[in-house]
């Protein structure tokens, strides 16, 4: 008789949810048994009762991020197999993800089929990795230089983000400031933070002041990117510990260069 393995989601998209039932229908073996849209409802679950043989945990949960509800719900049952997943290939969320104690570190929307039929079968076997991962990371440049990026213009995110990644930057990428602090708390500080000044849910000076609150973050360089500059703006920006200010629309080259400038002073 098949081993029906039981699975639970953790992921507060319910539409990627839904789709991803789907193709673990299509693999079979397993039943999903339960579905959580943040870490607090997976964690009030592991009570005596909790019986579950993979748990699939998105990376860029709301409130509590997918590395601090792992690392809290192995605290309470070490046995666990949690599989994290994300939209974001970099190796310093790999990196943070496996530490927290994840068992694998799959790519969203990538071809995922043949490694989750490896997990259904065998959950304990190894660690398990999409196809594109490289465990080690991609090297480009020897020094890894991190930028945590916050925008919450999604076509303004991409461009920043592909701008850096091809002068060999690795770039953390976030549209949404809360969720780029709950990111913070989990990892070691980046060696350059950028912000977008006007943003909905707090903006860049409210967010700096509340990430250089963190150990580790006190003297990480600040760039605030705006479309409105002003000398109120900028005395404002000096107070909140921001470095220094780039005009938006700004050329690809004087973000690099401004980039530049920031990290070699920094070091």
């Not at 350059?192 to 409210?206: A, F, H, K, S, V």
Request: charge should be negative.
């Amino acid at each position: 008789m098949e081993d029906i393995k039981k699975v639970i989601l953790v992921d507060d998209r319910k539409a990627f949810r839904q789709s991803f039932k789907l193709l673990l229908r299509k693999i079979g073996g397993n039943q999903v048994i339960a579905e959580y849209s943040s870490g607090e409802e997976f964690l009030d679950s592991l009570d005596e009762n909790f019986c579950a043989d993979i748990i699939f945990m998105d990376m860029e949960l709301a409130n509590i991020s997918g590395i601090e509800t792992t690392k809290a719900a192995l605290s309470i049952k070490p046995d666990l197999v949690i599989i994290g997943m994300s939209l974001y290939d970099e190796k310093l969320y790999i990196d943070s993800m496996i530490q927290a104690g994840a068992r694998g570190y799959l790519l969203k929307f990538s071809d995922n089929f043949s490694i989750l039929e490896t997990i259904i079968r065998h959950p304990h076997a190894e660690i398990f990795y999409s196809q594109e991962i490289n465990p080690e990371g991609n090297t480009k440049h020897s020094n890894k230089i991190r930028i945590l990026l916050i925008d919450d213009i999604e076509g303004s995110l991409f461009i920043s983000q592909y701008t850096l990644e091809n002068e060999g930057f690795e770039v953390i990428p976030y549209l949404s400031p809360n969720l780029a602090l709950n990111f913070a708390r989990t990892i070691s500080a980046p060696d350059l933070i950028i912000t977008d000044y006007l943003m909905p849910e707090m903006n860049g000076l409210d967010f700096t002041k509340k990430i250089k609150q963190y150990p580790g973050y006190e003297n990480i360089p600040v760039l605030l990117t705006s479309i409105k500059i002003n000398s109120d703006i900028a005395m404002e920006a000096i107070e909140a510990g921001v470095t220094l200010i780039l005009k938006k629309p700004f050329a690809s080259k004087d973000l690099i260069k401004t980039v530049e400038k920031m990290v070699f002073e920094k070091k």
